[in-house]
């Protein structure tokens, strides 16, 4: 498949009742808000999306939650900057899609953590090299049909070989986002993981660096999320609720109303802790010894985990999107391994607020 132009790519997905977004050019990080939504300016003033005017006023601001399916704002975004990729926000576009990676690491050791939530048989274990040979053997032990043909649902390649399966959820239904690279997250299986809720995946189409995100076999929509594999998400932890999350109120902490209120000192000491956290992961970069990275983007996700669950930045989005710029600023090469330390350690952040007499 050619490179589609990015406009035509969100027109599509805007058809088919998806809400898009904009990805930096040829990479997979969402664009940069405005300097005062922007968590590593120092104009940043925290504040939580829903109180962002910036997406009342039609600017792309904390990447996904800024997604729309109309399509006069989407001609605005991308005529004036075609070089953009495009984001799916999986959530409100009701879907999910598992991600089957291909990454060249080792299975693991121990065979029963391949599919840890599932009895599988190991001779079927033993065939798997990547997470497109896990999906297929849970297929196979769940007896349902082989969606990785693209025959039977939109199913993507991506430039590293993986793939993504794409479902329609169920209207009642409301599906998270796999929280771990690791198995100690909520993870379908080793090498696979899900988008839904407060995720989203980059479209059928858009050209990253690495190449494009190609579809493939004919089918080139979603199926509804089949029983089987419904079951088995279930199991894995990833049903958030039965019903739709009703006009969701954000969870607010008590500390965190201190931090919506917080006064100019407050906002100055969430700035130059963010600051110094993420310039201590960027700054890797100068340095000629290799040592050190791993741990100082897991010390900045806690950190900055502490702060999202403090109400200083306003999503765990922008936190991502910050740390991942900083983190590959200084190991470009290690986009995986980051995204992972990024998740476990902004989760495990996220369970102690920060607040400055914590420090
Ligand atoms: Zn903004
Ligand atoms: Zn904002």
């Avoid at 025959?151 to 794409?166: D, W």
């Avoid at 169920?170 to 690791?182: D, F, I, L």
């Avoid at 000192?265 to 050190?292: F, I, M, Q």
Wanted: proline share 8%; net charge positive.
């Amino acid at each position: 498949m050619r490179a589609a132009n990015s406009i035509d790519i969100a027109r599509w997905c805007a058809r088919q009742g998806w809400p898009v977004h904009p990805l930096q050019p040829m990479g997979k990080i969402p664009m940069p808000g405005c300097s005062r939504c922007r968590i590593s300016h120092p104009d940043h003033v925290p504040h939580s999306v829903e109180e962002c005017g910036c997406l009342s006023r039609r600017l792309w601001c904390h990447g996904f939650h800024a997604a729309t399916r109309e399509p006069s704002l989407i001609d605005r975004w991308w005529s004036g900057n075609p070089h953009m990729g495009v984001g799916i926000s999986t959530g409100p576009a009701e879907l999910l899609v598992v991600d089957l990676d291909c990454h060249a690491d080792t299975p693991p050791s121990e065979l029963s953590d391949v599919l840890p939530a599932f009895s599988v048989p190991e001779e079927l274990l033993r065939t798997v090299r990547n997470g497109i040979d896990a999906f297929r053997v849970l297929t196979q032990t769940l007896d349902g049909e082989d969606f990785t043909d693209g025959e039977h649902t939109l199913a993507v390649r991506t430039p590293s070989g993986g793939m993504h399966l794409y479902f329609r959820t169920p209207r009642q239904t409301t599906w998270r986002c796999s929280t771990g690279g690791n198995l100690k997250g909520v993870a379908l299986g080793w090498q696979l993981d899900v988008r839904a809720h407060g995720g989203y995946i980059i479209a059928p189409g858009t050209q990253v660096a690495a190449g494009i995100y190609e579809p493939v076999g004919a089918c080139r929509r979603p199926a509804r999320l089949p029983g089987w594999l419904a079951g088995a998400l279930e199991r894995t932890g990833h049903l958030l609720t039965a019903r739709p999350p009703a006009q969701r109120r954000p969870r607010v902490p008590n500390r965190a109303r201190m931090a919506t209120t917080s006064s100019a000192t407050t906002s100055v000491w969430a700035a130059k802790v963010t600051a110094t956290a993420l310039s201590d992961v960027a700054d890797c970069a100068s340095r000629s010894e290799g040592t050190g990275w791993n741990a100082k983007v897991n010390r900045a996700a806690f950190t900055l985990g502490g702060l999202v669950a403090a109400g200083f930045i306003a999503s765990q989005t922008d936190a991502e999107t910050a740390l991942l710029e900083a983190a590959l600023h200084a190991r470009p090469e290690r986009e995986r391994q980051a995204r992972s330390i990024i998740q476990s350690g902004l989760v495990a952040g996220q369970r102690q607020p920060l607040t400055p007499k914590d420090r």
